[in-house]
T-cell receptor, first 113, second 113 residues
Framework: DTGVSQNPRHKITKRGQNVTFRCDPI?????LYWYRQTLGQGPEFLTY????????KSRLLSDRFSAERPKGSFSTLEIQRTEQGDSAMYLC???????????FGQGTRLTVV | KQEVTQIPAALSVPEGENLVLNCSFT??????LQWFRQDPGKGLTSLLL?????REQTSGRLNASLDKSSGRSTLYIAASQPGDSATYLC????????????FGQGTRLTINP
């Protein structure tokens, strides 16, 4: 197992375009999280899935953001009509059933120009 | 609302020194605390997880302590090496039912050869 995998690693997009990121958690981890990190700050929680159910969403997750986890495996995070303020590192993490320890991926760096 | 603070924001020390990184949190009712390392432009690597009932955890040259009553945790790094240069983040899980981690802003550590 190679850990949490995120794709793409980098994405540059023009303002107003839609983007989608993918996260593959560690196999058999039933919990999956998305965080956003801006330069010089710690990550901020966006949303949480247990299996395929999205159980918690932050108020940071505006209506332009949507996340899914079909079949409780990989997850996608879509941002519609991107704005320059969406530029950040988007981090995915997963946890096993037996522990609350979070394991993070390498992140997707989004730049909106 | 739980807030996590890490001071200093940046620290530079000569190779070989022992050092302590600090983390404080405003609400002592936490479930656990996790220390992470983040290299520039990369994701987070979990270093140590301390449950609320524990006082410390050790891994190699790293030792993390937790004093819940005073809302503090420290990460002790022994015999620092240039490869330890990174940003160190602490994060608390507010309670057993909470799924999100609340992060500090990190301490950027530089070990000078």
């Amino acid at each position: 197992d190679t850990g949490v995998s995120q794709n793409p690693r980098h994405k540059i997009t023009k303002r107003g375009q839609n983007v989608t990121f993918r996260c593959d958690p560690i196999s058999e981890h039933n919990r999956l999280y998305w965080y956003r990190q801006t330069l010089g700050q710690g990550p901020e929680f966006l949303t949480y899935f247990q299996n395929e159910a999205q159980l918690e969403k932050s108020r940071l997750l505006s209506d332009r953001f949507s996340a899914e986890r079909p079949k409780g495996s990989f997850s996608t995070l879509e941002i519609q009509r991107t704005e320059q303020g969406d530029s950040a590192m988007y981090l995915c993490a997963s946890s096993p059933r037996s522990s609350t320890e979070a394991f993070f991926g390498q992140g997707t760096r989004l730049t909106v120009v | 609302k739980q807030e996590v603070t890490q001071i200093p924001a940046a620290l530079s020390v000569p190779e070989g020194e022992n050092l302590v990184l600090n983390c404080s949190f405003t609400d002592s009712a936490i479930y656990n605390l996790q220390w992470f390392r983040q290299d520039p432009g990369k994701g987070l690597t979990s270093l140590l997880l301390i449950q609320s009932s524990q006082r410390e955890q050790t891994s190699g040259r790293l030792n993390a302590s937790l004093d819940k009553s005073s809302g503090r945790s420290t990460l002790y790094i022994a015999a620092s090496q240039p490869g330890d240069s990174a940003t160190y983040l602490c994060a608390v899980r507010p309670d057993q039912g909470a799924q999100k981690l609340v992060f500090g802003q990190g301490t950027r550590l530089t070990i000078n050869p």
